[in-house]
């Protein structure tokens, strides 16, 4: 069994900078994929950033490309996401998500078999 737990969470001012951290236990975590996602609400849950834990191959979605930085430590099982430039459309609860069989990030929030409990980020104007 697979358990993620985040935090990090928080409110901040725009242009400010949040990290959140999620960790990972139950299984090997230098293998398959690990991602980001966040759900608005009223809106669909939608793909941030995901990385290969095996090779560190890390893949971004266009709105927070260059803002924001994914990266893990495989001797701590912990996968981190570093939010700068922060914008109040980034206001959502962010989830952390495991694929332990793939090699390539996926933006489907379908491929992922673990999911986190989320953590809130509120970015205010």
């Known amino acids: 069994q697979v358990q993620l737990v985040e935090s990090g969470g928080g409110l901040v001012q725009a242009g400010g900078s949040l990290r959140l951290s999620c960790v990972a236990s139950g299984r090997t975590f230098s293998r398959g994929i690990m991602g980001w996602f966040r759900q608005a609400p009223g809106k669909e849950r939608e793909f941030v950033a995901g990385i290969n834990s095996s090779d560190g191959h890390t893949r971004y979605a266009d709105s927070v490309e260059g803002r924001f930085t994914i990266s893990r430590d495989n001797a701590k099982s912990t996968v981190y996401l570093q939010m700068n430039s922060l914008k109040p459309e980034d206001t959502a609860v962010y989830y952390c998500?495991?694929?332990?069989?793939?090699?390539?990030?996926?933006?489907?929030?379908?491929?992922?078999?673990?999911w986190g409990q989320g953590t809130q980020v509120t970015v205010s104007s």
């Open positions: 998500a495991r694929d332990l069989n793939k090699l390539i990030v996926s933006t489907y929030a379908g491929a992922y078999d673990y």
